[in-house]
């Protein structure tokens, strides 16, 4: 009864650490089109809006489960932090994007 509920749990867990981060990023999507990443020029806010929009596409695929997905979900942090660095518009705070890829490195691991 005691594993139920520890699954129950991580599924949980799980479940709104995926709905958090497609909230934020639908936020920041939105921010973007205010004109406030206007400074880094003409194609970050569309590399942005791209890369957000394979970031949604790999959250809906790690929802249901996919392996691949979390591959994905990796190379699109990675990738937006480079295009940060690149384009001039890097902040220490979007080092905490590592922290749902970790987390979901841990879900996925500990599953038995």
Not at 6 to 22: C, D, H, N, P, S
Not at 81 to 106: C, E, T
Request: glycine letters at 6%; a positive charge.
């Amino acid at each position: 009864m005691n594993n139920l509920n520890v699954t129950f749990t991580r599924e949980l867990f799980f479940k709104v650490l995926i709905a958090v981060l497609f909230g934020l990023g639908l936020f920041d999507l939105l921010f973007s089109f205010t004109g406030a990443y206007a400074i880094y020029g003409l194609l970050y806010p569309a590399a942005h809006v791209l890369l957000h929009i394979i970031l949604f596409l790999s959250l809906s695929f790690i929802w249901s489960k996919e392996k691949w997905a979390l591959y994905l979900f990796a190379a699109i942090v990675i990738l937006h932090l480079l295009l940060d660095l690149y384009a001039g518009a890097f902040q220490a705070v979007k080092l905490l994007l590592f922290v749902p890829l970790v987390l979901f490195i841990f879900l996925w691991g500990s599953k038995k």
